[in-house]
């Protein structure tokens, strides 16, 4: 009976094979195309998308996530602007670039959100009318697997008008989970391209004195058995390779993200999943951006367990486990307590992602602690100190977590929980975690800002 089902999706497989070219040639004017996520990004369709330019085609949205390399064709040229908008829901440095010359527009999205988004009946007005990405080749049981990419692909392709995966046997089979593939009766038109390599990072550049202390403080709270979120960056790159190194045991994961760290947790010991309440023995997470040696631990590893977006990143079912820890990166910081993680000013520098959700499921979790990790200071292109923690968010910046959600705060001058505190308690703490260089003048503003006790003794 095997041998007839594969022989079933082998003709249905024939039958479904287009080129990149005549894919692209079901794309409208005034229409959507999805890009797919991360890793996802399709390559030969994009380039001979990008070939129709000038040919009378007008006003394509094309979405995506995270661009990496290769840069999508449709947004390289400017004279496309009349063809082609691309919009990011999360940018990368390519994306940043893009901005810059008006080739790219920030698409702003939390993580969690996304299934909602890209699922429900009210919001298929912004429904794809094609969608497309990079897969898996096809199993012996007729599905594509997504891969580095789990993402919400499954609901914007079920959603699509049009359906076409681009093969690339370079994809890794990253194993569910749920959501993790389409079956080939769920696809419209199959593409069999040039199986160009995946794009790996390199790993994190090695930490400095600072982000070393920063991470040191942050281990300090990690209790045998937590289950971990740790994002991506110098301090978390940090924080894993620590933990990787102690004596820390029934370590869980639960992520959005699959870091080059957590090989290293799993393979010495550190990680079991035995203590976790949900899909225990599992390591969970939604996609991948780490290296090559990252990518081939993942290739058919019943150990990790591939899921959508709205699965990792659902706050409730985050702080299901207890001890959750969640590590997350800040761009700067104000003495309210907000937030910024994803801008410079009006700059867009990344996006807000799952950090929100996990800060709420983490908090929720017994036991669990949300880290929001940063140096207290920077310097600028012209070498100028400039402090992380300031009177108020710059103008312009985006609150990525707003005050009454901010748990812990660290920095390399200590490490204090916000949430028991009053606004002048606030002022003090973060005051505390400033650069040394910086204090006074931050006193001023807050004593300008009336958030600042007669004592400074008296948070409350």
Not at 152 to 170: C, D, F, K, M, W
């Amino acid at each position: 009976m095997a041998k007839v089902f594969n022989h079933m999706y082998l003709m249905e497989y024939k039958r479904k094979l287009i080129s990149a070219e005549d894919a692209a040639l079901l794309v409208e004017s005034d229409s959507i195309v999805d890009y797919g996520a991360f890793a996802s990004k399709p390559v030969a369709f994009d380039a001979a998308l990008s070939r129709r330019c000038g040919t009378g085609l007008t006003d394509v949205s094309v979405r995506g996530t995270a661009t990496i390399l290769p840069l999508p064709q449709v947004m390289l040229n400017d004279t496309k602007q009349e063809t082609f908008t691309y919009f990011s829901r999360f940018f990368t440095e390519a994306d940043r670039k893009a901005a810059e010359f008006g080739l790219s527009v920030h698409l702003p999205l939390q993580y969690y959100d996304a299934g909602k988004i890209s699922g429900e009946a009210e919001y298929f007005d912004i429904s794809p009318d094609v969608w497309v990405a990079q897969v898996a080749p096809m199993d012996s049981s007729g599905c594509f697997n997504f891969g580095l990419a789990n993402f919400h692909n499954r609901s914007l392709a079920l959603q699509a008008g049009i359906t076409i995966v681009e093969i690339n046997e370079n994809m890794p089979r990253c194993l569910g989970g749920s959501n993790e593939c389409l079956h080939i009766s769920e696809i419209d038109y199959i593409i069999e391209a040039h199986n160009p390599a995946i794009f790996s990072a390199p790993p994190a550049a090695p930490p400095n004195r600072e982000e070393s202390i920063v991470a040191r403080m942050i281990m300090e709270e990690i209790e045998d058995g937590a289950c971990l979120q740790l994002g991506r960056g110098i301090i978390c790159d940090a924080v894993g390779n620590m933990i990787a190194d102690s004596d820390l045991k029934n370590l869980g994961l639960h992520s959005e993200i699959f870091c080059d760290s957590y090989v290293k947790m799993i393979m010495q010991g550190q990680v079991t999943n035995i203590k976790k309440t949900t899909d225990r023995n599992k390591s969970v997470y939604s996609y991948c951006l780490a290296t090559a040696e990252t990518y081939d631990f993942l290739n058919d590893n019943p150990r990790c367990a591939s899921y959508s977006i709205d699965y990792t990143n659902n706050p409730k079912r985050i702080s299901i486990n207890s001890k959750v820890v969640s590590l997350g990166y800040v761009l700067e910081m104000d003495l309210l307590g907000q937030v910024c993680s994803e801008s410079h000013g009006l700059r867009q520098i990344s996006g807000i992602g799952g950090q929100l959700d996990f800060i709420i499921g983490a908090f929720n979790s017994e036991g669990g602690k949300s880290f929001l990790a940063f140096t207290s200071s920077f310097k600028d292109k012209s070498g100028h100190r400039q402090s992380r923690i300031r009177p108020l968010l710059t103008s312009g910046a985006a609150v990525s977590v707003p005050r009454s959600m901010t748990h812990y705060v660290v920095t390399e001058y200590g490490k204090v929980n916000l949430k028991r505190l009053s606004t002048w308690g606030r002022a003090a703490a973060l005051i505390e975690l400033a650069h040394p260089d910086f204090r006074a003048e931050l006193i001023e503003e807050a004593r300008r800002m009336k958030i600042w006790s007669r004592t400074n003794r008296i948070p409350f």
